[in-house]
T-cell receptor
Framework: QKEVEQNSGPLSVPEGAIASLNCTYSDRGSQSFFWYRQYSGKSPELIMSIYSNGDKEDGRFTAQLNKASQYVSLLIRDSQPSDSATYLC???????????FGTGTQLKVEL | DVKVTQSSRYLVKRTGEKVFLECVQDMDHENMFWYRQDPGLGLRLIYF???????EKGDIPEGYSVSREKKERFSLILESASTNQTSMYLC????????????FGSGTRLTVV
């Protein structure tokens, strides 16, 4: 079982719709959770972090964390073509002392 | 604005060459990391360092070495480049061990011919 799992996609949504990206993790001791956006040929950029159960909103982005079910999700409202990218989920586990990344979900926002 | 700077955006090297990839951060971060990223394989950790002159192997250290002589600089060395080391190389840094996430450099696309 992979430590951090994501559906590779591509996930296609129409412009203006809500995109929902999901990530599950295996270590119950995980403490911090992150979403990175990576455009093709570019490096990952941190867009959201979440540390406690519940929702965290930042503009059009909402991160959701459910530690009991070991999943974290990213919602993108009013999706724009500029949101088309690969989204990486990353999890920090104290025991490992470093981030573990999922392989990413490719999002395509279509006109 | 905090920055992690990788010295080269694109690099082409010949098989057998010794290759140096440089990374500099201006955030006074203790921790620095080198990853490679390949399609379908995601980010794979090569080496990391929690302090000056310290280094630890990641998941795929074979064929690589690192140097950290100063806090702000972390170098990745390919002792004898091979074609299977053609990849995107990403440097990252963090304060603490990563609890608050990593900041990535812009990446170096290395092609070994």
């Amino acid at each position: 079982q992979k430590e951090v799992e994501q559906n590779s996609g591509p996930l296609s949504v129409p412009e203006g719709a809500i995109a929902s990206l999901n990530c599950t993790y295996s270590d119950r001791g995980s403490q911090s959770f992150f979403w990175y956006r990576q455009y093709s040929g570019k490096s990952p950029e941190l867009i959201m972090s979440i540390y406690s159960n519940g929702d965290k909103e930042d503009g059009r982005f909402t991160a959701q964390l459910n530690k009991a079910s070991q999943y974290v999700s990213l919602l993108i409202r009013d999706s724009q073509p500029s949101d088309s990218a690969t989204y990486l989920c990353a999890v920090f586990t104290g025991g490992g002392n470093k981030l573990t990344f999922g392989t990413g979900t490719q999002l395509k926002v279509e006109l | 604005d905090v920055k992690v700077t990788q010295s080269s955006r694109y690099l082409v090297k010949r098989t057998g060459e010794k290759v140096f990839l440089e990374c500099v951060q201006d955030m006074d971060h203790e921790n620095m990391f080198w990853y490679r990223q390949d399609p379908g394989l995601g980010l794979r950790l090569i080496y990391f360092s929690y302090d000056v002159k310290m280094k630890e192997k990641g998941d795929i250290p074979e064929g690589y070495s690192v140097s950290r002589e100063k806090k702000e600089r972390f170098s990745l060395i390919l002792e004898s480049a091979s074609t299977n080391q053609t990849s995107m190389y990403l440097c990252a840094s963090s304060v603490g061990r990563g609890r608050n996430g990593y900041t990535f450099g812009s990446g170096t696309r290395l092609t070994v011919v």
